[in-house]
Each structure stands twice: as C-alpha cells, then as structure tokens.
C-alpha cells in the first residue's frame, strides 16, 4: 500500500472517529444539547458587552435557549 493511501485512510479514520465522539455525546445528553452553549458565557464576547446570537441573552443573564 502507497504512503499517501494509508495517509488519507488514516485521515478518514480519525475524522470519523471525531464524528463518532460527538455523536455520542449528542446521544448521551439529556435533551441532546450541549451545557453552556450559548454565546453569552464566552469571555471574549463578554468582555465586549455582546450578546448571544440565538437567544438574545446579555452576559449577566442565563441563557434562555
């Protein structure tokens, strides 16, 4: 087999295996969402004052999605 054969099933592999992990996480989770999501508990958007983008929430307020 070709170096760059085994390069890209390599590749492929270790992509499928991220997919793999974050499918199972989804699955895990109550509800399928992720905790802390949304854009207000970034530190560099609330260093700016912004707010999240899905569910309008400021940075002193709980997410509301």
């Known amino acids: ?3 760059t054969v085994l ?3 390599l590749g492929v592999g270790l992509l499928g295996l991220g997919f793999a992990g974050i ?3 989804i699955l895990t ?3 399928g969402q992720f905790a802390g999501t949304c854009a207000s508990n970034n530190p560099l958007v609330q260093a ?3 707010s999240c983008g899905l569910c309008g ?3 002193e307020e ?3 999605a």
């Open 1 to 3: 087999m070709s170096t």
């Open 7 to 9: 390069t890209v099933l």
């Open 23 to 25: 499918a199972i996480k």
């Open 29 to 31: 989770k109550k509800g």
């Open 48 to 50: 700016e004052g912004g």
């Open 57 to 59: 929430a400021r940075p």
């Open 62 to 64: 709980k997410c509301k």
